[in-house]
Nanobody, 124 residues
């Protein structure tokens, strides 16, 4: 069975950094399109960024550019999300998701396999 497991969430102060990881079990993550999403309390799930198997990256929100960085670790079979300059508004549950297509998409419904989510809380 295919499975994704997120880790790295927790508490950060404004201006701080966190690195989230998404590890794949049962498949090779580099052969999939992988996206990061988040869902804040009272809001719908939104796409943050996406990386293709060839390493091409798409960032969907202007507010994330320069602060959030998606990358692959081919040795560990993981996809990471580096978050810098965290703000209170970044508080959310963060999810990674994968599909076997060739195209990145900011829509959650295009992704087939999801992790359980990891909580990120930004608070002073």
């Amino acid at each position: 069975q295919l499975q994704l497991v997120e880790s790295g969430g927790g508490l950060a102060q404004p201006g701080g950094s966190l690195r989230l990881s998404c590890e794949a079990f049962g498949f090779t993550l580099s052969e999939y399109v992988v996206g990061w999403f988040r869902q804040a309390p009272g809001k719908e799930r939104e796409g943050i960024s996406c990386i293709r198997g060839n390493g091409e990256i798409f960032n969907y929100l202007d507010s994330r550019k320069g602060r959030f960085t998606i990358d692959r670790d081919y040795v560990r079979n993981t996809v990471s999300l580096r978050m810098d300059s965290l703000q209170l508004e970044d508080t959310a549950v963060y999810y990674c998701a994968a599909n076997h297509g060739h195209w990145c998409d900011k829509s959650a419904r295009e992704f087939e396999t999801w992790g359980q989510g990891t909580h990120v809380t930004v608070s002073s």
